[in-house]
């Protein structure tokens, strides 16, 4: 039982629409959120936050989904951290490549919401 904190999930998209969904989703069934509009914000969170799941979409301006997973795997702290893409882009190179550089999944929009939340559930266990 994870009385202490409950689990933190980062949510990365430009989109303030998505921000707002998949953080009421995600609050719905328990979890803290931290929101960052793109990847320069979230690595900036990421000095005063561990997310235990990040869910980041690929498209950003100033630093995009796939620079920000490279920075995250680069780093001793966050190599482990599960970083899952959410995009629009579902074509088979941005996939692997996604996968190629440390994606732990990669997930279509619109995304399925009982898909997510079994993913970011599982990946939340493995950390506990």
Do not use: W
């Not at 990365?12 to 629409?17: A, N």
């Not at 953080?23 to 990847?39: F, H, I, P, T």
């Not at 979409?57 to 997973?69: A, H, I, K, N, S």
């Not at 619109?110 to 990946?123: I, Q, R």
């Amino acid at each position: 039982t994870s009385h202490a904190t409950l689990p933190t999930v980062m949510v990365v998209d430009d989109s303030l629409t998505v921000r707002k969904i998949t953080s009421r989703l995600l609050m719905r069934e328990g979890y803290q959120v931290v929101l960052a509009k793109d990847g320069v914000d979230a690595l900036e969170k990421l000095l005063d936050v561990q997310p235990d799941v990040v869910l980041s979409d690929v498209e950003m301006p100033r630093m995009d989904g796939f620079d920000l997973l490279r920075n995250i795997r680069g780093d001793e702290q966050y190599k482990h951290l599960p970083v899952i893409m959410i995009t629009s882009r579902t074509a088979d190179k941005h996939r692997n490549y996604a996968l190629e550089i440390g994606a732990s999944h990669y997930l279509g929009k619109p995304y399925d919401e009982a898909e997510l939340l079994g993913l970011v559930a599982g990946y939340c266990k493995k950390a506990d």
